[in-house]
């Protein structure tokens, strides 16, 4: 895990984040708004983890946060769509990267 880990890292680096971010992006693209909560629940993260994100996510003008209640809720900003097709290129070139570190594993 920890292999697959230092190569998300790598691969992700051109977003100029951690994967993590990506991955709160990529679920946003797929279907916004969505609350804090329901990001975690969708990554396994936690609330207060996802809150911490999605604030530095909100500093750099990617996402929008709206407070409803005692709900936040999380929007794509504007400026999101080129750290996107970023993320998303990456997205696939981990998926390449790692299903020949694993099926490297595979053989005998």
Do not use: W
């Not at 993590?20 to 916004?32: G, P, Q, S």
């Not at 207060?48 to 999380?74: D, F, N, W």
């Not at 999101?80 to 990267?97: I, P, V, W, Y």
Request: with cysteine; aromatic share 6%; glycine share 4%.
């Amino acid at each position: 895990m920890r292999t697959i880990e230092r190569l998300a890292d790598q691969v992700f680096a051109p977003t100029g984040m951690k994967p993590a971010y990506a991955y709160i992006m990529m679920t946003l693209e797929d279907r916004h708004p969505l609350t804090i909560m329901e990001i975690a629940h969708q990554l396994g993260y936690e609330r207060s983890s996802i809150s911490r994100m999605v604030r530095a996510l909100a500093k750099r003008q990617l996402v929008q946060l709206t407070s409803r209640g005692r709900e936040t809720l999380v929007e794509l900003a504007a400026g999101s769509s080129e750290f996107l097709t970023t993320a998303n290129e990456c997205l696939e070139q981990f998926g390449r990267l790692t299903d020949q570190y694993l099926a490297r594993l595979k053989r005998p």
